[in-house]
């Protein structure tokens, strides 16, 4: 695909409800992000994969809140027993990039898919 | 963890006016880049500008890594430039600034 695309792109759930979001990142890209935004605020960052290894969910809120990535390519972002509190846009971004050991590459421009638009009740 | 400031919170312009909008990293970063969001939510990329000057048509960036910072120029400002501008930077992971609301009135 020429992009990266989410689904749904609005979930409507009751408290308590378990909620599931599909990112599809560009083809060929290594680099998975999931992003959380706050109405007027700007996007924070939630966890980061390369291929299907979860390299970093230090801004995951809770326990509530789990990623996947089994095959390096499609991601799902899973909260369970929703909250009020997360209601929010949730944002996947992929890149080309990969990490090396001992450091960072550069060169790591993210492209963002249009987000779900999460509401809990 | 890396903060990120972006200065004006607010512009209301003119159709035709030209602005500038910064951003400031509290240390030094890899990666950076400016995003519009457009009224859809949409994150456009603008620029990947870890150093140095682009530009694209109306737009155009400079970054001084070595001061922490980036400019965001606008030239002859359209209605459809309307909306939230986002820096962001970092490692592998991006922090973003609170973005500045521009609205550009014909």
């Known amino acids: 695909g020429a992009g990266v695309s989410q689904s749904p792109r609005y979930k409507v759930a009751k408290r308590g409800q378990d909620v599931a979001l599909r990112c599809d990142p560009i083809?060929?890209?290594?680099?998975l992000f999931w992003y959380q935004q706050a109405l007027g605020q700007g996007p924070e960052f939630l966890t980061y994969?390369?291929?299907?290894?979860?390299?970093?969910k230090s801004g995951l809120p809770s326990d509530r809140f789990f990623a996947e990535r089994p095959e390096g390519s499609v991601s799902t972002l899973k909260i369970q027993r929703t909250q009020q509190e997360d209601s929010a846009v949730y944002l996947c971004?992929?890149?080309?990039?990969?990490?090396?050991?001992?450091?960072?590459?550069?060169?790591?421009?993210?492209?963002f898919g249009p987000g779900t638009r999460l509401t809990v009740l | 963890g890396i903060q990120v400031e972006q200065s004006p919170p607010d512009l209301i312009l003119q159709e035709g006016a030209n602005s500038t909008l910064r951003c400031n990293f509290s240390?030094?970063?890899?990666?950076l880049q400016w995003f519009h969001q457009n009224p859809w939510g949409q994150l456009i990329n603008l620029f990947y500008?870890?150093?140095g000057t682009k530009q694209n048509g109306r737009l155009s960036a400079t970054t001084v890594a070595t001061e922490r910072y980036s400019l965001l120029y606008i030239s002859s400002s359209q209605t459809t430039d309307s909306g939230v501008y986002f820096c962001?930077?970092?490692?592998?992971?991006?922090?973003f600034g609170p973005g500045t609301r521009l609205s550009v009135l014909p």
């Open positions: 971004a992929s890149s080309r990039t990969t990490s090396l050991a001992g450091g960072l590459r550069a060169g790591n421009e993210q492209f």
């Open positions: 083809s060929g890209h290594v680099s």
């Open positions: 994969f390369q291929n299907e290894a979860q390299l970093d």
């Open positions: 240390d030094s970063v890899n990666n």
């Open positions: 500008i870890p150093s």
């Open positions: 962001a930077g970092g490692g592998q992971n991006f922090v």
